[in-house]
Nanobody
Framework: QVQLVESGGDLVQPGESLSLSCAAS????????MGWYRQAPGKERELVAE???????NYVDSVKGRFSISGDNAKNTMYLQMNSLKPEDTAVYYC?????????WGQGTQVTVSS
């Protein structure tokens, strides 16, 4: 059974940093394209950052230079380091894994940026 479990969401102030983790089980982490998506209230879910099985990284323009995605094959875990957080980064962040026609989602973790 495939499981993606996110952790690290929190309430932080603008300008602060936060690190999210996604622990994967039931899949071969190293061959999947892994990504972080987010969904703010009233908005569609959007891709934030993605790391391919060859470890190429892709970011949405609004987070470039502030967020960094990485993966640890030995731990089957993906990370999202978020710096200089802004109120508009407030959303539920979801972990996603895909390989061919297979797609898996985590349950989400809430990130709130507010003073």
């Amino acid at each position: 059974q495939v499981q993606l479990v996110e952790s690290g969401g929190d309430l932080v102030q603008p300008g602060e940093s936060l690190s999210l983790s996604c622990a994967a089980s039931g899949i071969s982490f190293s061959i999947y394209t892994m990504g972080w998506y987010r969904q703010a209230p009233g908005k569609e879910r959007e891709l934030v950052a993605e790391i391919s099985r060859l470890r190429y990284r892709n970011y949405v323009d609004s987070v470039k230079g502030r967020f960094s995605i990485s993966g640890d094959n030995a731990k089957n875990t993906m990370y999202l380091q978020m710096n200089s957080l802004k109120p508009e980064d407030t959303a539920v962040y979801y972990c996603h894994a895909r390989f061919g026609s297979k797609n898996y989602w985590g349950q989400g973790t809430q990130v709130t940026v507010s003073s």
